[in-house]
């Protein structure tokens, strides 16, 4: 049964919609990157998910009690499904790659985004600010 753990990325989230979507681009095959601002200290921070297999994004609504979030921890916007039901149903034990992909999730204040992938790297960007 899928469980949800929080995610460390040293990215502040005090609560699941701390955070502000900047942007989410698929710049090369095989790659992710999602820009975040942190709500408290308005710094700047790049995930970049390389190599990804699926991604799903849904409006932050349709997601908390009954969706993707039901049972998360209540602080925290970033999280990591353990033996998750969406890599199953993908093809795992079937597709030899997804036995390495994990299924992580990033709540925004919005959106929340998920994304099965091998690895997720994570950089503190020198911007600051909402503009």
């Known amino acids: 049964m899928q469980k949800l753990v929080p995610w460390d990325t040293g990215i502040i989230a005090d609560w699941y919609r701390a955070n502000t979507l900047v942007s989410l681009e698929v710049p090369s095959e095989g790659k992710v990157l999602i820009k975040l601002v942190e709500e408290h200290t308005e710094q700047h921070w790049e995930l970049a998910f390389h190599p990804y297999q699926a991604i799903r994004i849904t409006t932050e609504e349709c997601v908390l009690t009954v969706g993707t ?54 950089r503190k960007l020198e911007t600051r600010g909402y503009s």
């Open 69 to 122: 979030l039901s049972g998360a921890p209540q602080k925290g916007g970033f999280f990591e499904a353990l033996d998750s039901d969406w890599i199953r149903a993908l093809g795992k034990g079937k597709i030899a790659f997804l036995e390495k992909s994990r299924h992580f999730i990033i709540s925004t204040y919005d959106d929340v985004i998920e994304i099965i992938a091998w690895n997720c790297s994570v």
